[in-house]
């Protein structure tokens, strides 16, 4: 069987790791994947740049982490034999920022997402005012809105972040804290985020505990009770919640790439066109041939995957349309130490829509990560764009460094007269998929017209989870259906479940 795999995002390298493993196996299996950018990664891209003194900077501009609950980086990184290159966060300076007014406010400690699980530092907190610590208090007694019937799930009771923070905690928990946190962590919009796609467990807190606040005690309480009785092991490495590797995170990009075989990999081209003929599959490419193939897995951003699959089957590519995508920049910037006149132990500023501020979010990347920037040098990421500031985006390349540059000044402290010693700007046009309300509905139509059509599967962050190790799944999960489709199964996949059950 030769698989024609679309995109070199994880979610298509996934895929192209998982075939050659089966390939190893000795299954009849080969491939070829198509990415239309000169690199592979997609939404991943490390840039390593050295200074003159043979300094380097590891610039992550855009995925910089994945997180460690989900086991998919770790498998595979294990598989590679690269799971000693992996770096956690530095977590002893984990602070982050809210902007209020114009300045920064540390974020309350015991703050679980955006419900507060801590009385002390909400009652002293600036971050918000009294009536509104009354309000979020009030969660505590707010009766549930509906019981669900035996069977239901939160999908079947969908609603907008918005709508259920609002509804629990009040406005200003909405617009201090969780808006920022939807519009920096997922690049949604709180207004139109389905609660059931990105946080199902929220709605699960709230039929379970008649609360976020109780919800959020009882997971808490949970944790600390796993804590104490698997201590870590002396000197194991500290467990963080997020991840990346030594050289950054498109590493295991490249590696997975090695590992499949590059000699299979055709970057700088295009697929123009995707087709069937009975259980014959062709794909149509920027240089004009057209590649035969048994099957074909899209793994492109989804508003790719429409323009893809229109031939194959009209009414899949207007559901893959109605997943809207938003777009956004990160600045890369890095200052003399000198210049950072500032407490440098933090990882993050969250900039709420209502601060109407072009940066909607910043990393600090020197005191999240370790050897990130040369000696004496402060590498800053800024956010810019998404939902809530599209237009920004029309600027150049050089205004953008420049106006994240200034809000530097403004916000964290950088000196006024700082010149970047180094710079780079890295556009995401319709990078990021927003999971909008009824979307895990939307999806399950998606995967059963795709588990109607043989020999073609659909991968990437658009459908069941936004992040690294979601969409790298959604490539495994790709060939699982292929191969199953070939009568093909891999001991993995049985070992896998076993597992999981
Ligand atoms: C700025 C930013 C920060 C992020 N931060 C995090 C984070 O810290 N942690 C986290 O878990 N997630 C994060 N994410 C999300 C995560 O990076 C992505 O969801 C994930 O990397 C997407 O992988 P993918 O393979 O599904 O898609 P992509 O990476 O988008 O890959 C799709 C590929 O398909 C290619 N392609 C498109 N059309 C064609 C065609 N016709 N022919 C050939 N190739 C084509 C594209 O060039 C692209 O390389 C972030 C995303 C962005 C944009």
Sequence with gaps: MHVIIIGGGIAGLGAAYKLRRAADAGHEVSFTLLERDDRLGGKI???IAEDADGGRYVADGGSDSFMTDKAAVHRVAR???????????????????????????????????FAPTKLVPLATTKLYSWPAKF????????????????????????????SLVVRRL?????????????????????????????????LDMEQQHGSLVKGFLAQR???????????PQPGARPRTMFSSFDEGLQFICDRMADAADRGCIRTGVSATGVARENSAWSVAISTGETLAADAVIVATEVWAAAELTGDVDPVLAALLRTIPCSSCAT?????????????????????????KKPLTGVTLMTSKWPDRAPEGKVLVRGFLGGPRDQEVLEMSDDELLELARTQLVELVGVAPDARPCYAKLFRWERGMPQYTLGHMDRVDEIESLEGELRGFALAGNAYRGVGVPNALESGERAVTKLLGEAGISLDEDSAEQKRAH
């Design 45 to 47: 891209f490390t840039d």
């Design 79 to 113: 598989l590679l034999g690269v799971f000693d290159r992996e770096c956690g966060t530095c977590d002893e300076t984990k602070k982050t920022f809210i902007v209020k007014d114009g300045r920064l406010v540390e974020m309350p400690d015991g703050m679980m997402m």
């Design 135 to 162: 309000r979020m208090a009030l969660d505590l007694v707010i009766p549930r809105k509906v019981r669900w019937a035996p069977g239901e799930t939160a999908q079947d009771h969908d609603e907008t972040l918005e």
């Design 170 to 202: 009040g406005r200003e928990c909405l617009d201090r804290l969780a808006e920022p946190l939807a519009a920096g962590v997922n690049g949604d919009e709180a207004s139109e985020m389905s609660v059931a796609a990105r946080y199902p467990m929220l």
């Design 221 to 231: 309480k949970r944790v600390e009770e796993m804590r104490k009785k698997h201590p």
């Design 331 to 355: 600045a890369l910037l890095a200052f003399d130490e000198a210049d950072c006149p500032f407490d440098r132990k933090w990882h993050g500023i969250l900039t709420p829509s209502v601060e």
